[in-house]
């Protein structure tokens, strides 16, 4: 049943964005999380990992950023946001729509996702690999900065050319 899921979270995803202000930075926040999260299930994919838990990291990874306009520990609100939002869902039955364990995952996921310097479990890497191409997509000689020097290489390394790679994984 992992569509439904999938289709479940974004429902609530793009009610959330439609009470945020509607300007620049929403329309750029949805833009990137959107298209982060189609990497991130397609990269889980290649890797052998969970794509629709992926997916749903990558919808809500900086939702608290785009709803609170703040971007400073955006990561940690965010996760908390998340965990709040999944717990809320629920299927017909009144069963929880992902298990404890599911829960973790993903909001960990979304806690260490602006540490790229250092490297956490798979499903996190995979978020924090996403978030990164999302940036190659319409930016060929993107400078990602200090703090990637070491996730560039290792990134090119497996996936080749990163702006070919990240139109192939969105
Ligand atoms: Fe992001």
Redesign the pocket.
Known sequence: MEGVRLQQCLEVWEGLLLDCPPNDATAEGRR??FS?SAIAGNLARLRGENAELARVAGIF??LAAVETGVRKDHAHAGAARARRILEELRQETGAPLFSENELDNICAAIYF?TDKERVHFPLAEVLKDA?LL?RFLDAPDYDAGKKNRERVPRLRAELGDLQTAARRLS
């Open positions: 990137h999380m982060v990874h900086d996702h978030d999302d």
